[in-house]
């Protein structure tokens, strides 16, 4: 796990010294699937942390898509840990649904939590930055993830959240 997460650090790194440098990300065929489960097995320490288990209802074989598997893969990370954050403590039922569908051209990607919910009037300013409802932490980790969406020329929003739990939903280019 410490050799994946180190070779995950590598790889953002030489990305956003790419970016920084050149202004571009490099995009390849990547599987989707690979991906998501790759984010999992990296995000298993706080997810233990945090008594949470992750359901991925893998639908396809491969998912093949152009991207850039290092942001994609932080993209993921990112929103499990949110997610894996954000069950009250008398929660029992702590877990989070990952499943994915083809429509047309486009991949839809849905995270689904048991977690507390986002307030409506929130939805929107979730994606923005400095903004956290934690005590630690700046309020980049939405951000990012909205602004590497959009790079691949997608989308992400709240599809629906209550106290229950939250569905967020990325859109991507297939």
Not at 84 to 103: M, V, W, Y
Not at 114 to 134: E, H, L, Q, V, Y
């Amino acid at each position: 796990m410490i050799h994946k997460a180190a070779n995950q650090m590598e790889d953002l790194l030489n990305n956003y010294t790419k970016l920084l440098k050149f202004k571009s990300i490099d995009y390849k065929m990547v599987d989707m699937n690979e991906i998501i489960e790759e984010s999992i097995e990296i995000s298993a320490e706080f997810l233990q942390r945090n008594a949470v288990e992750v359901f991925f209802d893998k639908k396809y074989t491969t998912l093949k898509t152009h991207a850039n598997q290092a942001y994609l893969r932080q993209v993921f990370v990112n929103l499990i840990k949110n997610s894996s954050e954000a069950f009250p403590n008398e929660r029992s039922e702590r877990n989070i649904l990952i499943s994915t569908d083809i429509q047309v051209d486009r991949i839809f990607i849905n995270f689904i939590d048991t977690g507390k919910g986002i307030p409506a009037d929130n939805w929107d300013s979730i994606f923005d930055p400095f903004i956290t409802s934690k005590s630690e932490g700046l309020g980049f980790g939405l951000p990012f993830v909205k602004n590497i969406i959009l790079e691949h020329r997608g989308d992400i929003k709240v599809m629906d959240s209550s106290p229950k739990g939250t569905h967020i939903q990325i859109i991507l280019p297939q």
